[in-house]
């Protein structure tokens, strides 16, 4: 009977992974097929290189896009992966049993939030207080600090795992050449769960720079080329989401055009981690 059961159990895994295989499949084929064929009719370099975003006037520029993105992103990174991190290594090597105990379901209940309400919460309480300090509340600098925010629990919940995945030999070890606790968890635990932390940074800036609803909410949404933190911005996501409702013919495909760019986006950051992980490896 156990043997049966295993035998099922293996079939069923082996549905589900083959499930998320062509769920894949068919995200990459419906966009490629949609997508590349309205990028050649605009021509690549005005599309990617475009300007101007005037789909009445038959302008598919989306480089401003692209570059509030790539902005909007790069804050969150700063913001939320020095915060992140050192909150993992405190939890998992300097954190009070008792207060652990508060600060884990709270972290995991911000992992919970809808992006809607983060976005809420970016509109009533961040810009505000941005705009008594630069004048400005909704800007490329208020959108990437909301999105450093929304990327804590990713960083935080994988680096502590991989931190406590690692061997206690190795800072055991440590302490007995001599090493402090805090020098112990820095330069033996910490560099042993590089990898972990790298996958945890790397889902953290996937689901940066994909967040679309908390953006559209404070990013300003002008889809013009930034030209400095405190002015307006436009993200891809909040360009397809804005507009995708009421596009129509090449507009519409230009739209999904936009996600192809999007997609290769998520794609090179996958493949930078992957090679990093490969030279660790070797």
Known sequence: MKKYREKIMQVVFLIAACISIVAVALICIFLFANGFP????????????????????????????????????????????????????FMAKFCPRKLYKILKPAISLLAGIPSIVYGFFGLVVIVPIMQQ????????????????????????????????????????GSLALGATHERSVYFATLPAAKSGIMAGIILGIGRAIGETMAVVMIAGNQPVLPKSLFAGVRTMTANIVMEMGYAEGLHRDALIATGV?????????????????RKEQS
């Open 38 to 89: 309205a990028i050649v009719e605009i021509e690549p370099l005005k599309f990617l290189g475009g300007m101007t975003w005037k789909p009445t006037e038959g302008q598919y520029g989306i480089f401003p896009m692209i570059i509030g993105s790539i902005y909007v992103t790069g804050i969150a990174i700063l913001v939320g992966v020095p915060i992140g991190l050192f909150c993992a290594v």
């Open 133 to 172: 300090l630069v004048g400005t509340g909704k800007n490329v600098l208020t959108a990437g600090i909301l999105l450093g925010i929304m990327i804590l629990p990713t960083i935080i919940e994988i680096s502590e795992s991989s931190l406590r995945a690692v061997p206690q030999s190795y800072y055991e």
């Open 261 to 277: 760019v999007l997609f290769v986006f998520i794609l090179l950051i996958n493949v930078c981690f992957s090679l990093v992980k």
